[in-house]
């Protein structure tokens, strides 16, 4: 019976496999093969020239690609960061038993229901020369004339990571609550009779117990934050003069606007091993946390 049980099982589990193979697996091994290939559309009858790793040594000398990298990594860094903060606020506004709290915790995950594009449609819209933004901020004779949000570099990356942090937040206030979900009250009955405040049983309760949720929590918004490309595309479109362009969509373009196939699949390549890099990283402070 449980030799039946066991191959019934792995019946049951060979079409997600099959699934993994078709479209992750063979994607993925045929982009680190084709990294290695000088390819082209407008010579595809050639065939692809085998190149070995110039195409790597092309990008580390690319400075549009560094250019790209960084913004990648900025944004990432501080997107992550106020999701994080903002995210923890919710969590803890939504854990608190307050009329109307099913209100609440529906109306904070609107945003995140959005869908990407319409959500980056939208704060364009905000955003635009006539938009309400700039209306507000005239309206207190905050600005003389409307502002370029988009066509300015630096405001262009401001009201892009404004974007994502309404559009992101909502998801980390989700997997934060479900943490904080999991803690006893007894912990802060507890503290409350010893005199601990809110501050304490936060720094010393709250933190602590939901340390492995906010790791997993902050990983996943990384490796999202990192392929960002739908928000940057509907809002800037990389604007302006790709200034706001990342990685992914340096990839993508190389890839299928500009037909270099090869160089294309190299940059996509070096975005897997810098998101292999964090992913290990978090996992393994996770191993080290629970070792202890």
């Given at each position: 019976m449980n030799k039946k049980s066991t191959r019934m099982g792995y019946l049951m589990l060979l079409p997600s496999v099959?699934?993994?193979l078709v479209l992750i697996l063979y994607p993925t091994v045929n982009t680190i093969y084709q990294s290695f290939f000088e390819i082209r559309t407008q010579t595809a009858a050639l065939g692809p020239k085998f190149v070995g790793f110039r195409n790597y040594v092309k990008a580390f000398q690319d400075e549009h690609f560094w250019d790209t990298l960084w913004w990648t990594l900025a944004f990432t860094a501080v997107s992550v960061a106020l999701e994080l903060i903002i995210g923890m606020g919710l969590a803890l506004l939504?854990?608190?038993?307050?009329?109307?709290?099913g209100l609440v915790r529906t109306a904070v995950l609107i945003p995140w229901g959005i869908p990407t594009v319409v959500s980056g449609i939208i704060?364009?819209?905000?955003?635009?020369?006539?938009?309400?933004?700039n209306s507000t901020?005239?309206?207190?004779?905050?600005i003389k004339e409307p502002l370029s949000w988009l066509g300015n570099e630096w405001l262009a990356k401001l009201t892009i990571l404004i974007a994502d942090v309404w559009k992101n937040t909502p998801y980390m206030s989700l997997l934060l609550l479900s943490g904080l979900l999991t803690i006893s009250r007894d912990y802060y009955e507890a503290a409350e009779i010893d005199g601990a405040g809110k501050f304490r049983?936060?720094?010393?309760?709250?933190?602590?117990?939901i340390k492995a949720t906010m790791s997993v929590t902050v990983l996943f918004r990384i490796i999202s934050a990192m392929r960002v490309y739908d928000l940057i595309v509907a809002m800037t479109a990389g604007g302006p003069a790709g200034r706001t362009e990342t990685v992914s969509m340096?990839?993508?373009?190389?890839?299928?606007?500009?037909?270099?196939?090869?160089?294309?699949?190299?940059?996509?390549?070096?975005?897997?091993?810098?998101?292999?890099?964090?992913?290990?990283?978090?996992?393994?402070?996770?191993?080290?946390?629970?070792?202890?």
């Open positions: 099959l699934l993994i939504m854990n608190r038993k307050i009329p109307g709290q704060w364009t819209q905000f955003f635009a020369q006539n938009g309400i933004v901020l005239a309206a207190f004779n905050l049983q936060f720094t010393h309760i709250t933190l602590p117990l340096y990839a993508v373009n190389t890839y299928f606007t500009y037909g270099n196939t090869g160089y294309g699949a190299t940059l996509s390549v070096l975005m897997l091993i810098i998101s292999v890099g964090i992913s290990m990283f978090f996992v393994d402070s996770l191993k080290t946390k629970g070792s202890v």
